[in-house]
T-cell receptor, first 112, second 114 residues
């Protein structure tokens, strides 16, 4: 049973346009959400996070939106750059827990 | 460079064999996590140690075991290996292991079972 789902295995976006990566979760006990970026042959690197008490968190070109009622979050990258091409993982954490639950990832390709 | 070091980077071994993957956490981090990334399952949490003690267990097979040593490095032991164990194994570390900590990942150990 997958508690964190990223339904789009891949996404292609033109350089300079907006990239929107989506993530759905089923466990209402999750209260902290994170996005990780992963380049080939490297470990995942932390990108941005959001607590369940917020609905938006922004860091430079990256913004994460959380819709708790829909159990949905999204990562917006504006403007997209070729260096953003990577696999993006959505992850969730339950209150008091120590383990991340990851989605299967979305491969983003930004076309110059 | 995340500061988390994993060895070996690549390993090829035969079915039925036993391997040990090693992880050195970032300096000052007390908590170590092991994750498995296979092609169809994404990143799966295996186990977490905090300051030498097991803190949480995920989808870790009985054929697998781990430990964290007094110097805080950790080892993941995989035995009676099967073809399906071929995967990328990541180690990650945090300072305290609590919720909200930024988790730093190593580059992974790629295991191929033939």
């Amino acid at each position: 049973d997958q508690q964190v789902k990223q339904n789009s295995p891949s996404l292609s976006v033109q350089e300079g346009r907006i990239s929107i990566l989506n993530c759905d979760y089923t466990n209402s006990m999750f209260d902290y959400f994170l996005w990780y970026k992963k380049y080939p042959a490297e470990g995942p690197t932390f990108l941005i996070s959001i607590s369940s008490i917020k609905d938006k968190n922004e860091d430079g070109r990256f913004t994460v939106f959380l819709n708790k009622s829909a159990k949905h979050l999204s990562l917006h990258i504006v403007p997209s750059q070729p260096g953003d091409s990577a696999v993006y993982f959505c992850a969730a954490l339950r209150a008091g827990s120590y383990q991340l639950t990851f989605g299967k990832g979305t491969k983003l390709s930004v076309i110059p | 460079d995340s500061g988390v070091t994993q060895t070996p980077k690549h390993l090829i071994t035969a079915t039925g064999q036993r391997v040990t993957l090693r992880c050195s956490p970032r300096s000052g981090d007390l908590s170590v996590y092991w994750y498995q990334q296979s092609l169809d399952q994404g990143l799966q949490f295996l186990i977490q140690y905090y300051n030498g003690e097991e803190r949480a267990k995920g989808n870790i097979l009985e054929r697998f075991s781990a430990q964290q040593f007094p110097d805080l490095h950790s080892e993941l032991n995989l035995s009676s290996l099967e073809l399906g164990d071929s995967a990328l194994y990541f180690c990650a570390s945090t300072k305290t292991g609590g919720a909200g900590n930024t988790i730093y990942f190593g580059e992974g150990s790629w295991l191929t079972v033939v």
